[in-house]
């Protein structure tokens, strides 16, 4: 099992970094590609067909706007997780809702935190154990 970390943009580098050093203390492997949903869907949809055959999971980090997670979401049947990046609280605030409002069909679950994601994973591929 391995978490592939799909980012919106390079300048959500330094917190997929975070994402990374949490899942490296739990010993999950990581892969990471860049992509937009919004300018990038070809490019997106060619890195979810290389992993269609493996056991992934995938955590998506992009805030502003987030159409990352559902793109995954509703084009692969692996485990999404949204980790979006938020400047402070009140880009939080604003925000948020483009990360947690998904059509039917669509299942991606949204933690906030780094260190979460990590456990949250670790706990998942315990469960397929």
């Known amino acids: 099992m391995k978490v592939v970390l799909l980012l919106g943009s390079e300048k959500d580098s330094a917190y997929a970094d ?3 050093e949490a899942l490296n203390v739990v010993h999950i ?5 860049i ?3 919004h300018k990038e869907a070809g490019k997106l949809l060619k890195i979810l067909k290389k992993y269609e055959s493996e056991s992934v999971i995938y ?5 502003r706007s987030n159409a990352l997670s559902g793109f995954v979401a509703g084009n692969t049947g692996k485990v999404t997780i949204a980790c979006p990046p938020f400047a402070d609280k009140l880009d939080m605030l604003v925000n948020i809702q483009s990360t947690l409002q998904m059509p039917s069909n669509v299942p991606v679950m949204t933690v906030l935190e780094p260190g979460n994601v990590a456990l949250a994973i670790k706990r998942i591929t315990e469960l397929a154990i």
């Not at 955590?59 to 805030?63: E, R, S």
């Open 18 to 20: 975070k994402i990374v």
């Open 29 to 33: 492997k990581t892969e990471q590609h």
């Open 35 to 37: 992509a937009s949903a």
């Open 59 to 63: 955590v998506t980090i992009a805030g």
